[in-house]
């Protein structure tokens, strides 16, 4: 095949090792993730029960038409 032209071939080499990931680094990232999700629910279940009490409280505070609550 004399009409083709040949095109090199590049290979690129990664340039060294990487650090690698311990044990104890996958650990701590996990407990941090884990603390995220924590406090996460921590602060929606506060805000849901904040909701909650002021729903509540602000049905309590119409007028009586006749109803019998109990007060409990």
Request: charged content about 10%; overall charge negative; aromatic content about 6%.
């Amino acid at each position: 095949m004399p009409g083709q032209p040949t095109t090199p071939i590049i290979i690129q080499l990664p340039d060294g090792p990487t650090p690698e990931s311990g044990v104890a680094d996958v650990f701590l990232q996990a407990v941090g993730v884990t603390g995220v999700f924590i406090v996460g629910t921590i602060l929606a279940g506060i805000a849901i029960g904040a909701l909650l009490i002021w729903f509540r409280r602000l049905r309590s505070a119409g007028p009586d038409e006749g109803v019998q609550r109990l007060g409990l």
